[in-house]
């Protein structure tokens, strides 16, 4: 019995895949959603479905999150990374009920305002978390005329 090597003589011996540090993204019914975590005890959300909440220690069930967030800050990169392809619109977004996701925006060459409201649409081409912009005029509950 011998062991088998690969053309060309290297062995193959697969290193274990690391697991993807992105947020993980799921579709219910039409909508795009963040698949997180929430702790049993105290709510807290995680990006990501944990064994224990970490604020209080308790354990953490599976959460859908969003569709909608909220633009906490957001800024274009214009240099080029592999794999992606500049000029790109990268925003942190405060999943409605849920945590704070870093995501790309489909938003051509500029950076949504701070507040602006968003939408989970799905990943790019590279598996980035992507939103888009919603209009603004669409928050009627808004705490408008506060001046
Ligand atoms: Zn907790």
Same mark, same amino acid.
């Given at each position: 019995?011998?062991?088998?090597?690969?053309?060309?003589?290297?062995?193959?011996?697969?290193?274990?895949?690391?697991?993807?540090?992105?947020?993980?993204?799921?579709?219910?019914?039409?909508? &795009?959603?963040?698949?997180?975590?929430?702790?049993?005890?105290?709510?807290?959300?995680?990006?990501? &479905?944990?064994?224990?909440?970490?604020?209080?220690?308790?354990?953490?069930?599976?959460?859908?999150?969003?569709?909608?967030?909220?633009?906490?800050?957001?800024?274009?990169?214009?240099?080029? &990374?592999?794999?992606?392809?500049?000029?790109?619109?990268?925003?942190?977004?405060?999943?409605?009920?849920?945590?704070?996701?870093?995501?790309?925006?489909?938003?051509?060459?500029?950076?949504?305002?701070?507040?602006?409201?968003?939408?989970?649409?799905?990943?790019?081409?590279?598996?980035?978390?992507?939103?888009?912009?919603?209009?603004?005029?669409?928050?009627?509950?808004?705490?408008?005329?506060?001046?």
């Amino acid at each position: 019995m011998s062991t088998q090597a690969a053309a060309g003589g290297v062995p193959t011996t697969a290193a274990p895949a690391a697991p993807d540090p992105r947020p993980q993204l799921v579709e219910r019914d039409g909508q &795009v959603l963040l698949a997180g975590g929430r702790c049993r005890a105290c709510r807290y959300p995680t990006r990501y &479905v944990v064994p224990r909440c970490p604020v209080c220690g308790e354990e953490s069930d599976p959460a859908d999150m969003g569709p909608g967030g909220t633009v906490f800050s957001a800024t274009v990169l214009r240099i080029a &990374v592999p794999g992606r392809r500049p000029p790109m619109v990268l925003a942190y977004v405060d999943v409605d009920d849920g945590p704070r996701i870093l995501a790309h925006v489909d938003h051509g060459d500029q950076a949504p305002a701070p507040w602006a409201r968003v939408r989970l649409i799905g990943q790019t081409p590279a598996g980035d978390p992507l939103v888009r912009e919603e209009p603004a005029a669409a928050s009627p509950a808004g705490p408008r005329g506060a001046s």
